[in-house]
């Protein structure tokens, strides 16, 4: 089994910075693809990005235009995602996932429990 625990939400202005993390555990971790998702509120989880553990496929949702970046600490099992030029529309729960990886949610096995941002105007 894959354990995954999220952090590093929390409120912040609009124009501002978060980094989030979300700390992977179980076997063969590295055979997985990990991405984010979000859920605003009132609305459905949405893909954010994804990417294979060694770095040679990734992909972004467009409303992303650069903002945000995710990175790995593969001898740690941390997946990272820093978020920049943060929008109140960026307000949501957001998840980490491991899975195979593609831009639809149901594809992922296994998720996190979550970590809120919220972006005030």
């Known amino acids: 089994q894959i354990q995954l625990v999220e952090s590093g939400g929390g409120l912040v202005q609009a124009g501002g910075s978060l980094r989030l993390s979300c700390a992977a555990s179980g076997r063969a971790i590295s055979t997985y693809a990990v991405g984010w998702f979000r859920q605003p509120p009132e609305k459905e989880r949405e893909f954010v990005v994804a990417?294979?553990?060694?770095?040679?496929?990734?992909y972004y949702a467009d409303f992303v235009e650069g903002r945000f970046t995710i990175s790995r600490d593969n001898a740690k099992n941390i997946v990272y995602l820093q978020m920049n030029s943060l929008k109140p529309e960026d307000t949501a729960v957001y998840y980490c996932a491991v899975g195979s990886i593609t831009r639809i949610a149901r594809d992922y096995a296994y998720w996190g429990q979550g970590t809120q941002v919220t972006v005030s105007s």
């Open positions: 990417t294979t553990w060694n770095g040679g496929s990734t």
